[in-house]
């Protein structure tokens, strides 16, 4: 009987990078010949810890009835019916990917005293990627940092706190519950910065789950989506949208050199906001020009070798930390807006020592799993 991993990451069916990083954990687990899951957890385990036993069967695994139950999570959101429509049915999308090519328990998590209930089933739980340490996503709930279960079960692989300071009331149970992680590790060097001043312990810095994958390995998955042109076209993803200038400026340079628009995650560009992460995909790979404020619109340029433009997120400046990181990585600090010019010197991007960093990165990344999972020494 292979050994069990159960990943611990935040679930969610509205975000690409979100879906993307749990499906390239679990694929790089698999590879190393575990049997994995990941296991949901309850939106109502941030905000109360309760003797509630876990609810095992009452997350149907129908994706009409996923859809209900999402939909009515965020009806209170005011949205015009088009808008409400067009939400409902990106959740659909998410939900259908999430269904196909994720191993998710039939279970929701509730309280952490009740995961303990799973620790037997499971050799080893592993928190991350994604920014399952930002105190202000998961409110400094013990879940995710595995406190449910044995010091030796809890990997943390490349976790983000997107935050460059820990609230004071909280800082006591960080420092404590990471000193605690047998194999700890973490995505950004604002992350190893904040590990070493609470714990005194170097922590190393891993890529992302999803630049463990080959782009030959995403295109499997890739789904070409109905509105996607067939001429050139630039692509923006913006989740902090961006000011009236910068926009006029791009829009400027896609009509002078006639290139389409993609707006992925602009309610607004209604057939592009309805589809799902295997379309992100396809639409990042085959793309002239990204301009993004994303972390993983960036990894999934550099991936698949497509010039990109990334900015600062507007209102939350302090998420750039692991951006930084990442273009650090791949010698890539070129490609920040401020050192742009929209002109045809755009597309000049030197990706030759990519593959190079890559594999290195990538090496470090499964020796550090292997160790973790007693693999190798």
Not at 165 to 173: A, F, G, M, T, V
Not at 220 to 236: C, D, Q
Not at 273 to 286: A, C, L, N, R
Not at 320 to 336: G, H, N, P, Q, V
Request: hydrophobic content about 35%; glycine content about 4%.
């Amino acid at each position: 009987m292979k050994n069990k991993i159960g990943i611990i990451t935040l679930n969610g069916y509205f975000n690409y990078g979100n879906r993307l990083q749990n499906y390239a954990l679990e694929q790089s687990m698999l590879s190393l010949g575990f049997d994995v899951e990941t296991i949901v957890v309850d939106e109502s385990y941030l905000s109360k810890y309760s003797d509630i036993d876990i609810k095992k069967s009452e997350v149907p695994k129908s994706l009409l009835k996923i859809m209900d139950v999402v939909y009515l999570k965020f009806k209170k959101i005011i949205f015009a019916k088009a808008y409400d429509l067009s939400k409902k049915n990106r959740y659909a999308c998410f939900c259908k990917f999430s269904e196909k090519y994720l191993h998710e328990t039939e279970f929701s998590l509730i309280s952490d005293t009740d995961a303990k209930i799973i620790e037997n089933e499971f050799s080893y739980f592993v928190v991350g990627s994604d920014q399952v340490w930002n105190p202000d996503y998961t409110k400094c709930s013990p879940i995710y940092f595995l406190r449910f279960t044995n010091k030796n079960k809890r990997i943390a692989y490349a976790p983000s706190f997107s935050v460059s300071e820990i609230p004071d009331k909280s800082i006591d149970k960080y420092k404590n519950w990471i000193s605690d992680f047998k194999y700890l590790s973490v995505r950004e060097e604002d992350g190893a910065r904040l590990i070493k001043e609470l714990t005194g312990i170097n922590a190393p810095v891993l890529v992302d789950p999803t630049m463990l994958l080959t782009s030959d390995q995403w295109k499997l998955i890739a789904n070409k989506a109905s509105n996607k042109p067939n001429n050139e076209y630039i692509v923006t993803y913006f989740l902090g949208g961006v000011d009236e200038t910068q926009q006029t400026e791009y829009s400027s340079f896609a009509k002078i050199n006639n290139y389409s628009m993609i707006n992925l995650g602009d309610i607004k560009d209604k057939e592009t906001y309805e589809t799902g992460p295997s379309e992100f995909i396809d639409y990042i790979k085959d793309a002239s020009l990204i301009l993004t404020d994303s972390f993983h619109g960036v990894v999934f340029s550099i991936l698949f070798k497509r010039p990109f433009v990334v900015y600062k997120r507007r209102g939350k400046e302090q998420m750039y930390a692991r951006i930084e990181t990442l273009l650090d990585t791949f010698s890539l600090k070129d490609r920040e807006y401020k050192n742009i010019s929209f002109d045809k010197s755009i597309f000049q991007i030197d990706f030759e020592h990519v593959d190079d960093v890559l594999k290195k990165e990538r090496q470090r990344s499964f020796n550090f799993l292997k160790k973790g999972f007693n693999l190798i020494d």
